[in-house]
């Protein structure tokens, strides 16, 4: 659900095939954000700033008249703030194939699409391990101002040590673009995901009293559990575990073309979990990002 650039935007929901033809684009992209609920908790919020620098490559391949390849590799590192153990490297690619029935401004396009996402925890071994996703997608420009996309998707995680964050995730969602002014455009998302969700909760430390109760688990059943220390603190002791949700997220952002090649790309985002049996989280991400192009 990230979207960053206009040149993403366009990757993503409705550039032409003739634009495909273009030679490789690199690109980098900084956010500062902060995090709401980091640990995902019911109750005893942990609330972190964070740094995210990616430097991408993209490169786009004609396979017909009506259709094309999106080929899309980076390598990004994020840094927190207060707990530094979340602090990780990423090596992301993406495979696209476009096909747009009608050519023209306003004809509707469809994507299939393959990514994959290996990850590396500075101190969170149950963190570590890999991602691979898959999604149908669809998009059109129903004016010379607005852009509509929905699309279906499924991601499979897998852990390297334990099984608490080897997860099944499936997903559709809904966007819109609104161009503002020429270089301005604001944009919109809402999404469901469906299958496993991660979540902390105190199990030791000043205030804890044995019970789930003391902090709003009252029926909580989970799949899988481990210790995570990265919250641990004052005596304090937490454990994720994994069980089944139902998440919405909803993301409002505004770009902001500086400069042929550079923008300003601010949001929200506000994410829900409800689990099938257990306590619901909630929490909100705001974010400002600087992103630049090179030919």
Do not use: C, H
């Not at 607005?146 to 852990?159: I, N």
């Not at 161009?179 to 998302?189: D, F, M, N, P, Q």
């Amino acid at each position: 659900m990230d979207r960053k650039t206009a040149v993403a935007s366009a990757v993503l929901l409705g550039a032409t095939t003739a634009a495909w033809a273009a030679d490789t684009r690199f690109g980098l992209e900084a956010d500062l954000a902060r995090d709401s609920n980091v640990n995902r908790a019911a109750s005893d919020k942990r609330a972190d700033t964070y740094l995210t620098a990616e430097g991408y490559a993209a490169r786009s391949v004609i396979t017909g008249t009506r259709s094309g390849l999106v080929l899309r590799g980076a390598i990004r590192g994020r840094e927190y703030f207060d707990y530094s153990d979340l602090s990780n490297l990423a090596a992301t690619g993406r495979l696209a194939w476009r096909y747009q029935p009608n050519p023209g401004y306003t004809g509707a396009f469809f994507e299939l699409a393959l990514s994959g996402e290996a990850f590396q925890f500075r101190d969170s071994d149950i963190r570590n391990g890999q991602l691979l996703g898959v999604s149908a997608s669809a998009g059109k420009y129903v004016t010379d101002r607005v852009r509509l996309g929905a699309g279906v998707g499924y991601d499979r995680r897998w852990a390297r040590k334990g099984d608490v964050y080897d997860l099944k995730n499936p997903k559709a969602w809904l966007s819109i673009d609104y161009k503002i002014a020429e270089r301005i455009t604001l944009y919109g998302s809402g999404t469901w995901i469906g299958g496993d969700q991660v979540f902390t909760a105190r199990t030791a430390g000043p205030g804890w009293n044995g019970t789930w109760a003391s902090q709003g688990y009252n029926n909580l059943s989970y799949k899988a559990s481990a210790a995570d220390p990265v919250f641990d603190a004052n005596g304090d002791q937490f454990t994720a575990y994994r069980n089944d949700a139902k998440t919405t997220v909803a993301e409002l952002g505004l770009n902001w073309g500086i400069t042929g090649t550079q923008a300003i790309d601010i949001g929200a985002t506000w994410y829900s979990s409800r689990p099938d049996s257990g306590p619901k989280y909630d929490g909100w991400i705001a974010r400002i990002g600087w992103l630049m192009r090179f030919r």
